[in-house]
C-alpha cells in the first residue's frame, strides 16, 4: 500500500481500537477520526515510528485525538494519549513567544540590539574576517534566525542536546566566544544557538530562571500542566523511550530521557509536552493571543509573529517569529496546507501545524531521531477535514 495516499477504506483496519484501555468500534467513529488512526496503524506497522500521538482541533473543537503503538516497544507499553513527549525544537516558537512578552511588557524591543542585555555580543566578529563587525545583532535576528550566530554549536556543547550539562548562562557565555556565520541581518541561516541567546535574555531582562519565567508566564496560565523544560519525577512513566533511525531500523537510543542531572532548560528543545498541552498554545495563537477569555499576548505582536520575515533555504517557509510560515508564494509542502499557515517540527518527529483560514490545528507527536517525517506527513494529510 502506497502509504502517502489518502485511505478511505479503513473500516477493516479500523474495525477495533484501543482507547485509553477500552475497546471502541469503528461506528462510533467520524470518518476523519478513522483516516487518521489508519495511517497511524500503518506507520507503526512499517516500523516507521514505534508510537505517535494525533490531536485535530477545529474552530475549538476536538475532531480526533489519537494514539497509535508502543510507548516502549521492548514491553510493548501501549501508547497512551497524554503521553509526555521530548518535543524538541517545537520548543523553538514557546520561547520566541515568551521574549515576545517581554516586549508586550515594554522590558524588550524587537529591534534592540542584543549587547543591550548580554555586553558579550557587543564586539562580535564574522567568520573569515579579522576585524569585528559593526552591525549588531538585534532581538529579532534572535527569533527570525538572521543573527549570524553559528549553525553549529561550539566544541564544548557538542553534546548538550543529550547531556544538559551546561547552565544557560554557561552555555551562551561559550556561544558568545564563537565567530558569526556571516553579517547579521545579511541571510537565513538555522541557528539552534540563537534561541538559546534568547532564552538567556529571557533571564536578564526579567530577572527569573528561564523555566521559572516560562511557567509563570506561559505554561500555567495556558493550563500546559504537563508541560516542562525540567523532567517532573512524579510523570515519567509517560515519558516515551527514544528511538533512532539506524538505516531504516528504529532502535532504542542512548538517551535517558528522565535527563539525570540535568542543568540545562534547553530554551531551543528541552520542552516536555502533550497533544492536549500543544492544543492550548496553538488555540491561543489562532485565538490572537488569548486564552480562556484572558489576553496573554497583544493582537499586533501575535500577527508579527506569524507575518513571513525572511525566504529561507527551505522554499516551502519563510520565517516568521519563530514560527516557520507557508505564504502563498511558497513552493508546495509534504503535506496538504493553507496560504498563511504555519508551524514547526522537532528533531523527535512531532509536528505542530496552525491554519487560520481553516481554524485547523493538527499536532502529531512521536519518539524517534530521524526518518525525515515519513510516518507523520501521511498523517496530516488525513488529518485535513474535508
Same mark, same amino acid.
Given at each position: 500500500m502506497n502509504r502517502r495516499s489518502f485511505v478511505t477504506g479503513v473500516s477493516s483496519v479500523c474495525s477495533l481500537v484501543l482507547l485509553r484501555g477500552g475497546f471502541a468500534s469503528s461506528e462510533q467513529k467520524s470518518g476523519l477520526e478513522q483516516r487518521?488512526?489508519?495511517?497511524?496503524?500503518?506507520?507503526?506497522?512499517?516500523?516507521l515510528t514505534v508510537g505517535a500521538v494525533m490531536i485535530v482541533v477545529q474552530r475549538d473543537k476536538v475532531l480526533a485525538l489519537e494514539a497509535a503503538g508502543y510507548s516502549d516497544l521492548d514491553t510493548k507499553k501501549p501508547m497512551r494519549t497524554d503521553a509526555i513527549f521530548d518535543i524538541r525544537s517545537i520548543?523553538?516558537?514557546?520561547?520566541?513567544?515568551?521574549?515576545?512578552?517581554?516586549?508586550?511588557d515594554g522590558k524588550l524591543g524587537l529591534d534592540d540590539p542584543l549587547?543591550?542585555?548580554?555586553?558579550?555580543?557587543s564586539r562580535v566578529q564574522v567568520k573569515g574576517q579579522t576585524q569585528t563587525t559593526g552591525v549588531l545583532i538585534t532581538i529579532r535576528q534572535l527569533m527570525t534566525h538572521t543573527s549570524g550566530i553559528a549553525a553549529e554549536r561550539p566544541p564544548e556543547l557538542e553534546n548538550i542536546t543529550r547531556t544538559f550539562d551546561h547552565t544557560l548562562a554557561q552555555t551562551v557565555a561559550l556561544v558568545g566566544q564563537q565567530p558569526l556565520d556571516f553579517t547579521p541581518g545579511s541571510k537565513w541561516t538555522y541557528s539552534s544557538s540563537g534561541i538559546a541567546v534568547l532564552g538567556r535574555v529571557i533571564e536578564v531582562v526579567s530577572g527569573q530562571p528561564y523555566e521559572g519565567f516560562m511557567e509563570q508566564r506561559i505554561l500555567e496560565p495556558l493550563e500546559m500542566q504537563d508541560s516542562s523544560f525540567y523532567t517532573n519525577r512524579a510523570k515519567v512513566n509517560r515519558i516515551p523511550t527514544m528511538y533512532?533511525?539506524?538505516?531504516?531500523?528504529?532502535? *532504542?537510543?542512548?538517551?535517558?530521557?528522565? =535527563? /539525570?542531572?540535568q542543568k540545562y532548560p534547553g530554551p531551543e528543545f528541552g520542552l516536555f509536552s502533550?497533544?492536549?498541552?500543544?492544543?492550548?498554545?496553538c488555540q491561543m495563537m489562532l485565538n490572537r493571543?488569548?486564552?480562556?477569555?484572558?489576553?496573554?499576548?497583544?493582537? *499586533?505582536?501575535?500577527?508579527?509573529?506569524? =507575518? /513571513?520575515?525572511?525566504?529561507?533555504?527551505?522554499?516551502?517557509?519563510?520565517?516568521?517569529?519563530?514560527?516557520?510560515?507557508?505564504?502563498?508564494?511558497?513552493?508546495?509542502?509534504?503535506?496538504?496546507?493553507?496560504?498563511?499557515?504555519y508551524g514547526a517540527n522537532g528533531a523527535s518527529g512531532g509536528i505542530v501545524w496552525i491554519d487560520p483560514s481553516l481554524q485547523l490545528i493538527r499536532i502529531y507527536l512521536t519518539?524517534?531521531?530521524?526518518?525525515d517525517f515519513t510516518d507523520a506527513n501521511p498523517v496530516m494529510n488525513a488529518a485535513l477535514p474535508g
Open positions: 487518521v488512526r489508519a495511517q497511524m496503524d500503518l506507520g507503526v506497522s512499517d516500523g520548543s523553538k516558537p514557546i520561547t520566541v513567544f515568551g521574549a515576545l512578552l517581554l516586549v508586550d549587547a543591550k542585555f548580554l555586553p558579550e555580543f533512532t533511525d539506524q538505516g531504516g531500523r528504529l532502535a *532504542k537510543d542512548a538517551m535517558d530521557v528522565t =535527563r /539525570p542531572g502533550t497533544a492536549e498541552d500543544l492544543r492550548h498554545f493571543g488569548s486564552w480562556q477569555g484572558r489576553t496573554i499576548l497583544s493582537p *499586533k505582536l501575535i500577527d508579527e509573529m506569524i =507575518r /513571513p520575515q525572511m525566504p529561507t533555504s527551505v522554499p516551502k517557509y519563510y520565517s516568521g517569529l519563530g514560527w516557520a510560515v507557508h505564504p502563498k508564494k511558497a513552493a508546495e509542502m509534504s503535506y496538504a496546507v493553507t496560504d498563511g499557515s519518539h524517534h531521531f530521524g526518518g
